[in-house]
T-cell receptor, first 112, second 116 residues
Framework: DQQVKQNSPSLSVQEGRISILNCDYTNSMFDYFLWYKKYPAEGPTFLISISSIKDKNEDGRFTVFLNKSAKHLSLHIVPSQPGDSAVYFC???????????FGAGTRLTVKP | DSGVTQTPKHLITATGQRVTLRCSPRSGDLSVYWYQQSLDQGLQFLIQYYNGEERAKGNILERFSAQQFPDLHSELNLSSLELGDSALYFC???????????????FGEGSRLTVL
């Protein structure tokens, strides 16, 4: 079952503009949400996370927004840089569970 | 470099065969996770071990099994292989139980399995 969904397989933006990657989830028990970035031939690497008690978490150019009522989160990258081109995975887990569920990923391309 | 080591990086085998994928977690990490990524699919959680014991189970087929050894390395065994088992298999580790923490995982580079 796909408890975490990323409905956009790809996104292309111009360098310097904002990139917005979206993620929806179905399990209302999820407490933590994370974004991972994956370059070709590498494993995913952790980017940023947010707890369900917050609605925003910012780290430099990356901001994650959480809308619990809509079961939706988004990752904003401002300004986008060519080096941000990668596949971005949204992930979620519950407080007491050890497994982490991932979405299908969104391939971001930032054009110079 | 995440500190998680997976071998082999690439593996080509035939249907019906059996393979073993190996993972060495980051030094000091007690938890090991296995994920499968098929073509254009997300990361499907298979199984998690913590300090040698199975802690969580996802969509792992009965033909697949895993274990974590006393030295904390883990092996994922895939048997009676089918064409559909061709995928990238990732191992990840974390310091301990994710319980109560955001749960950052450190991933290896993956083992690409091709079943012909």
């Amino acid at each position: 079952d796909q408890q975490v969904k990323q409905n956009s397989p790809s996104l292309s933006v111009q360098e310097g503009r904002i990139s917005i990657l979206n993620c929806d989830y179905t399990n209302s028990m999820f407490d933590y949400f994370l974004w991972y970035k994956k370059y070709p031939a590498e494993g995913p690497t952790f980017l940023i996370s947010i707890s369900s008690i917050k609605d925003k978490n910012e780290d430099g150019r990356f901001t994650v927004f959480l809308n619990k009522s809509a079961k939706h989160l988004s990752l904003h990258i401002v300004p986008s840089q060519p080096g941000d081109s990668a596949v971005y995975f949204c992930a979620a887990r519950t407080y007491n569970n050890n497994d982490m569920r991932f979405g299908a990923g969104t391939r971001l391309t930032v054009k110079p | 470099d995440s500190g998680v080591t997976q071998t082999p990086k690439h593996l080509i085998t035939a249907t019906g065969q059996r393979v073993t994928l190996r993972c060495s977690p980051r030094s000091g990490d007690l938890s090991v996770y296995w994920y499968q990524q098929s073509l254009d699919q997300g990361l499907q959680f298979l199984i998690q071990y913590y300090n040698g014991e199975e802690r969580a189970k996802g969509n792992i087929l009965e033909r697949f099994s895993a274990q974590q050894f006393p030295d904390l390395h883990s092996e994922l065994n895939l048997s009676s292989l089918e064409l559909g088992d061709s995928a990238l298999y990732f191992c990840a580790s974390s310091a301990g139980s994710l319980r109560g923490r955001s749960g950052e995982l450190f991933f290896g580079e993956g083992s690409r399995l091709t079943v012909l």
